[in-house]
């Protein structure tokens, strides 16, 4: 007999875990085709974890990726860049 995940028989918890796992929302960054953003590296060169912040070209007070994920368990699972 497999056991789930979690110890138990029941394999609820182990389907409710896969379940949300494939669901996902997705977020368009920049919101407007009429921003740009700047990819950079970090600094020093070489040095793990050191990442340059993703920000939009919005007047005033520019969005950053970062502020648009804070809140969530996100992972980018695709990129599409427009030149």
Same mark, same amino acid.
């Given at each position: 007999?497999?056991?789930?995940?979690?110890?138990?028989?029941d394999?609820?918890v182990?389907?409710?875990?896969?379940?949300?796992?494939?669901?996902?929302?997705?977020?368009?960054?920049?919101?407007?085709?009429?921003?740009? !953003?700047e +990819?950079?590296?970090?600094?020093?060169?070489?040095?793990?974890?050191?990442? @340059?912040?993703? %920000?939009? =070209?919005?007047?005033?007070?520019? !969005?950053? +990726?970062?502020?648009?994920?804070?809140?969530?368990?996100?992972?980018?699972? @695709?990129?599409? %860049?427009? =030149?």
């Amino acid at each position: 007999m497999t056991i789930g995940e979690h110890g138990s028989k029941d394999y609820e918890v182990d389907i409710d875990d896969l379940l949300l796992e494939q669901a996902h929302v997705t977020q368009v960054f920049p919101e407007s085709t009429e921003l740009a !953003v700047e +990819f950079t590296a970090g600094t020093p060169a070489n040095s793990w974890g050191t990442w @340059a912040e993703i %920000v939009d =070209d919005t007047p005033v007070t520019p !969005v950053t +990726f970062s502020s648009k994920i804070a809140d969530s368990d996100a992972h980018i699972s @695709a990129i599409q %860049v427009e =030149d």
